[in-house]
Nanobody, 120 residues
Framework: QVQLVESGGGSVQVGGSLRLSCEAS????????MGWFRQAPGKEREAVAT????????TYAESVKGRFTISRDNAKNTLYLQMNSLKPEDTAMYYC?????????????WGQGTQVTVSS
């Protein structure tokens, strides 16, 4: 069972950047599809970006396209989310999640989250 630990959150001003990381404990990390999700207070959790097991395919929420980039380093068992041009509406708890191949089921494994706060 994979364990996920996020890091890299913090407080930043509008227009700033942050890079989130998610380290996985599982040595077969390349067998997992990964995603970043976020949840703001009083709102439902939403998918921000996803990436296939080997990184060939990515998807993004419309609200972050062109500003966020998801990537992974399977040699380091680590998932990343580069966030640029941050807006106040990006403020949320960010979670990474994993699901096993063939990635047709829901995400099974979740991290504890890292807080991102964007202030104007």
């Amino acid at each position: 069972q994979v364990q996920l630990v996020e890091s890299g959150g913090g407080s930043v001003q509008v227009g700033g950047s942050l890079r989130l990381s998610c380290e996985a404990s599982e040595y077969t990390y390349s067998r997992y599809c990964m995603g970043w999700f976020r949840q703001a207070p009083g709102k439902e959790r939403e998918a921000v970006a996803t990436i296939s097991s080997r990184g060939a395919a990515t998807t993004y929420a419309e609200s972050v396209k062109g500003r966020f980039t998801i990537s992974r380093d399977n040699a380091k068992n680590t998932l990343y989310l580069q966030m640029n041009s941050l807006k106040p509406e990006d403020t949320a708890m960010y979670y990474c999640a994993a699901k096993t191949l063939p990635c047709t089921m829901a995400y099974s494994f979740w991290g504890q989250g890292t807080q991102v706060t964007v202030s104007s």
